[in-house]
């Protein structure tokens, strides 16, 4: 429930959330690869871009699949 409160507040600050780290991955890659599903939502519902690749080319989608 920690990083929900995280994202939650974030967005609320209008943080960007397609920001991505030094391999082009986003908050919503992150959440994707770590299966945490209710984040990924939480994400998406805050319009993050759900067609941003990281450095691999590997669009969020993919992993949520």
């Known amino acids: 429930h920690g990083y929900m409160v995280q994202v939650k507040d974030l967005m609320r600050r209008g943080t960007d959330l397609n920001q991505s780290n ?4 986003s908050a919503l890659h992150m959440a994707a690869f770590e299966g945490n599903i209710r984040i990924v939502e939480t994400l998406i519902d805050g319009d993050a871009n759900v067609n941003l690749r990281n450095r691999w080319q590997i669009f969020v989608m993919c992993r949520v699949l």
């Open 22 to 25: 030094y391999d082009a991955r």
